[in-house]
């Protein structure tokens, strides 16, 4: 290939495509990690319908992104954990877009209880449920549609705590993040002769409003372990995990499939 038939486009935008810019989902898109993502996929070209159940956050989310990209949000309001949603949200793509491109399955966490012995099963059922029946639900909708383009890119948002241990969350949790990650390696075979590829993303700490009410109810030595555990010296942003996610959702990234990124400002390596 010659360095003039290169690109330096993302490959989201209007004119990458020859039409509309890409369509994009982002489950829990109103905060934290799911936002910056919506952002970053916005500020390349993408419209993003973001999913997430208090409407009221969801217009301040919006109403606080730069007015460059906000007309490219698109709000969905309701729960990712209930089957009606999931398909009035694929619905919604259809009828506007033909049916998405990018699936973010990023909403998720739900375990405020950290030791085997105070976890029942509906607990356990409620974590997965949020994190993984949800995630893998959305895969099945959304596929027939990529399907039929041949071009898809499914970004599933785990966690360290699939990949090693969670220090502020649960069993429940850690189960869920690393099923999310063996399903994404699965797919991954399944989809890739299709155009689609299916990766995961494992994000250490990040101070999000929802981490924030974990860590403060830490002691202090507790969190002065977790620091010390990240050769970085702090936690990762939601904007640093979002660039991760960017990639995965880009072009540029159609011959990585079945990856796993771990984001953690070096805490656990593979
Ligand atoms: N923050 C971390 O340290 C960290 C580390 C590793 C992995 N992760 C993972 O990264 C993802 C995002 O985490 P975050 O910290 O950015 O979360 P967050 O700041 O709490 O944001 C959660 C987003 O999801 C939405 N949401 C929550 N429950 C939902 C539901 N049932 N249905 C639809 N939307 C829902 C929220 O809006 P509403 O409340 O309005 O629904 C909000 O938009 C999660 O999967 C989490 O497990 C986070």
Redesign the pocket.
């Known amino acids: 290939m010659t360095h003039a038939a290169q690109s330096n486009s993302m490959g989201l935008a209007e004119g990458d495509k020859g039409d509309k810019g890409r369509c994009a989902i982002v489950?829990?898109?109103?905060?934290?990690?799911?936002?910056a993502t919506s952002r970053a996929l916005a500020a390349n070209g993408a419209y993003v319908f973001m999913?997430?159940?208090?409407a009221a956050?969801m217009q301040t989310a919006i109403a606080e992104t730069d007015p460059a990209i906000a007309d490219r949000l698109v709000p969905f309001i309701g729960?990712?954990?209930d089957a009606s949603t999931r398909q009035a949200l694929v619905a919604a793509t259809v009828e506007r877009f033909g049916g998405p491109d990018i699936l973010v399955n990023?909403?998720?966490?739900g375990s405020e209880n950290r030791f085997l012995e105070d976890i029942d099963q509906d607990d356990f059922h409620r974590v997965m449920a949020?994190?993984l029946d949800s995630s893998f639900d959305l895969c099945r909708l959304v596929v027939p549609f990529m399907k039929a383009r041949n071009f898809g890119r499914i970004i599933n948002?785990s966690?360290?705590a699939g990949r090693d241990a969670g220090r502020l969350s649960g069993p429940q949790y850690a189960a869920a993040k690393a099923g999310m990650i063996g399903m994404s390696r699965h797919l991954s075979r399944d989809l890739g002769p299709f155009g689609i590829t299916v990766n995961s993303v494992a994000?250490?700490?990040?101070m999000?409003?929802?981490?924030y009410r974990k860590w403060e109810k830490r002691s202090d030595k507790e969190r002065a372990a977790m620091l010390d555990g990240v050769p970085a010296g702090r936690f990762g942003t939601?904007e640093e995990i979002a660039a991760a996610v960017l990639y995965f959702a880009s072009e540029l990234s159609g011959y990585t499939n079945g990856a796993c990124l771990d984001v953690n400002g070096g805490s656990f390596r593979a």
């Not at 489950?27 to 936002?35: D, K, P, Q, V, Y």
């Not at 999000?208 to 981490?211: L, N």
């Open positions: 489950t829990g898109g109103s905060e934290g990690i799911g936002l999913l997430g159940r208090d956050k729960d990712v954990t990023n909403a998720g966490g949020l994190n948002v966690s360290v994000p250490g700490f990040v999000t409003d929802r981490a939601p």
